[in-house]
């Protein structure tokens, strides 16, 4: 299984956010850069993988509203995707 820690010291904006996760997550080239193209592609993986995501994600020091967005979309794809696991640690 494949898993992929997200690190907080890279979630500091939404297009800093989305440019990590670009590179995390290896997203395909025509990754939209946004939650609905994320939800998009996690629903897409084939491999196993795990996304483990920092639980202060959704701090208003980090990202806030959009953090707590994020990680509906995390586990919305989760729910949809057999190959995809989401921990908040």
């Known amino acids: 299984m494949?898993?992929?820690t997200l690190d907080i010291n890279r979630?500091?904006?939404v297009p800093a956010l989305h440019k990590y996760l670009r590179s995390a997550l290896a997203l395909p080239a025509h990754y939209?850069?946004?939650l609905d193209?994320?939800?998009d592609c996690l629903t897409?993986?084939?491999e196993p993988t795990q996304i483990i995501v920092p639980a202060n994600v959704t701090d208003n020091e980090n990202l806030g509203w959009y953090g707590e967005q994020?990680?509906?979309v995390l586990q919305d794809a989760?729910?949809?995707n057999k190959n995809?696991?989401?921990t908040v640690k």
């Open 37 to 39: 193209a994320l939800y």
């Open 84 to 86: 995809l696991q989401v």
């Open 32 to 34: 939209g850069a946004n």
């Open 2 to 4: 494949r898993t992929i």
């Open 44 to 46: 897409e993986i084939v």
């Open 11 to 13: 979630l500091h904006s």
């Open 70 to 72: 994020l990680l509906q």
């Open 78 to 80: 989760a729910e949809e």
